[in-house]
């Protein structure tokens, strides 16, 4: 086990009205700190989730444990091959190396607060899904910076279930 040792000296404020927010409804993401803000202990996000929207497709970081929790609204959540139903208040953290899957509840709407620790540079990744959204690069691209961004794809019949 290692310990992060952050690097940063002053404490990070990111008002509500300087966030970026990337996307549109029904899913927004507002980009809160990334890990060069916070010298690499975390970056976080708060992801917005209209009538049953997804939000992350099956993946796992090598490296990072990714922690969400709901602000408002229901969400579904996959952990390795257990699919947990989330509502308001509830916090759920996957470790590193398992997979895990997000989105709004069926019909429902869901805020969720994410957290990766130790921090991973996201906030381009953030917007190269938001140039694959319009159609400004194909979806492919993202296996070419799996690695950069320490997200893997992978697939799950529990999700897949879950989501029909």
Avoid: C
Avoid at 93 to 98: K, S, T
Avoid at 107 to 129: K, M, S
Avoid at 135 to 147: A, H
């Amino acid at each position: 086990m290692s310990l992060i040792t952050p690097d940063f000296d002053r404490s990070v404020i990111v008002r509500d009205a300087d966030a970026e927010v990337v996307g549109r409804a029904p899913t927004t993401i507002r980009l809160l700190a990334d890990s060069s803000a916070t010298g690499g202990a975390l970056s976080t996000q708060r992801v917005t989730l209209t009538d049953g929207a997804d939000g992350a497709r099956p993946h796992h970081h090598g490296n990072s444990a990714e922690l969400f929790y709901l602000l408002d609204g229901t969400a579904q959540l996959l952990s390795g091959e257990q699919v947990v139903t989330a509502e308001r208040g509830d916090l759920v953290i996957v470790p590193p190396g398992v997979a895990h899957a997000f989105a709004a509840a069926p019909g429902e709407n869901a805020d969720i607060l994410i957290v990766i620790t130790p921090g991973v540079e996201r906030f381009e990744y953030f917007r190269h899904l938001e140039r694959i959204a319009y159609g400004k690069v194909p979806p492919e691209s993202l296996l070419e910076v799996q690695e950069l961004y320490d997200t893997y794809f992978r697939s799950s019949a529990a999700w897949d279930a879950a989501r029909r």
